[in-house]
């Protein structure tokens, strides 16, 4: 069982930064994969970044790649997003999510339904 917690969320001006957290307790030593989603009201759950525990591929989406940065501090057990350049369609509810072993295929970490577990969000507006 993993736990996740995130924190950081907030209202910040287009333009500005924030730095997400999240914290993992339980079985993270097991932990392949973790990654970060939004979800803006009426759509869909979307991709954000993802990083894996035992090495340091990271992952991004189009839309935050050059803006956003995904990292993790082993001994914490977390996995941190920064935001730089915040755009108002930046604004969402942010989810962290953990995966405990492989992807079925080599682009799973981009797809909600391949993870085993989420926070609860924290929510990021972007004013203009």
């Known amino acids: 069982q993993v736990q996740l917690v995130e924190s950081g969320g907030g209202l910040v001006q287009a333009g500005g930064s924030l730095t997400l957290s999240c914290a993992a307790s339980g079985r993270t030593f097991s932990t392949y994969f973790m990654g970060w989603f939004r979800q803006a009201p009426g759509r869909e759950r979307e991709f954000v970044a993802a990083?894996?525990?035992?090495?340091?591929?990271?992952y991004y989406a189009d839309s935050v790649k050059g803006r956003f940065t995904i990292s993790r501090d082993n001994a914490k057990s977390t996995v941190y997003l920064q935001m730089n350049s915040l755009k108002p369609g930046d604004t969402a509810m942010y989810y962290c999510a953990a995966k405990v072993g492989p992807f079925a295929t080599g682009s799973g970490y981009g797809v909600p339904s391949s993870y085993d577990y989420w926070g609860q969000g924290t929510q990021v507006t972007v004013s203009s």
């Open positions: 990083i894996r525990w035992s090495l340091r591929s990271t």
